[in-house]
């Protein structure tokens, strides 16, 4: 049993499109980050949420955390193709406990 | 800046033989760790140092894997001997406080025949 869950697992729309993906746990999270792993590269760090109910917005894409930190959400405005990648959610449970990363969610931004 | 530098970049290699994978981290971080990523199992922590030292290795599947970080500068992963079902592309990645901020390599491409 994954400790994070993300959905959809895979999405393909068109540019200029909306989206929002998941992160769930059953567990508390004392932050949560969302990586974009563009083919052939390792994950980048896009944001960090640490407070529960906290929005944060890097461009297009909005970041929530859920209000008992337990999920998360990314939201991107009108795609374009250079969204494409696997977004990965990832946090430790404490401070003091190792991060550990959920599976993904694959996008591909159709031109 | 330098980022994480992995090599090879991409390994082809035999059942049975050693595999020997290299990782230089960010100057000044004090935290390394290995991943291995699969369409199946995803990205997976196999072990991870701090100042050095190995802190978990709970995640190393078996004794055939072994990591070592002599210096602050240098890590080896090694496999021996190295199985098809060790094909993967193993991640490097730096933190300068711990983990929560986490640098990526490019990552090994490894494939076991």
């Known amino acids: 049993t994954q400790l994070l869950e993300q959905s959809p697992q895979f999405l393909s729309i068109q540019e200029g499109e909306n989206l929002t993906v998941y992160c769930n746990s059953s567990?508390?999270?004392?932050?949560l980050q969302w990586y974009r792993q563009e083919p052939g590269e390792g994950p980048v760090l896009l944001v960090t949420?640490?407070?529960?109910?906290e929005v944060k917005k890097l461009k297009r894409l909005t970041f929530q955390f859920g209000d008992a930190r337990k999920d998360s959400s990314l939201h991107i405005t009108a795609a374009q193709p250079g969204d494409t990648g696997l977004y990965l959610c990832?946090?430790?449970?404490?401070?003091?406990?190792?991060?550990?990363f959920g599976p993904g969610t694959s996008l591909s931004v159709i031109p | 800046d330098a980022g994480v530098i992995q090599s090879p970049r991409h390994e082809v290699t035999e059942m049975g033989q050693e595999v020997t994978l290299r990782c230089k981290p960010i100057s000044g971080h004090n935290s390394l760790f290995w991943y291995r990523q699969t369409m199946m199992r995803g990205l997976e922590l196999l072990i991870y140092f701090n100042n050095n030292v190995p802190i978990d290795d709970s995640g190393m599947p078996e004794d055939r894997f072994s990591a070592k970080m002599p210096n602050a500068s240098f890590s080896t992963l090694k496999i021996q001997p190295s199985e098809p079902r060790d094909s993967a592309v193993y991640f490097c990645a730096s933190s300068p406080s711990g983990g929560e901020t986490q640098y990526f390599g490019p990552g090994t491409r490894l494939l076991v025949l």
């Open positions: 990832a946090g430790p449970k404490t401070s003091y406990d190792k991060v550990i």
């Open positions: 567990s508390v999270f004392s932050s």
């Open positions: 949420v640490v407070t529960g109910g």
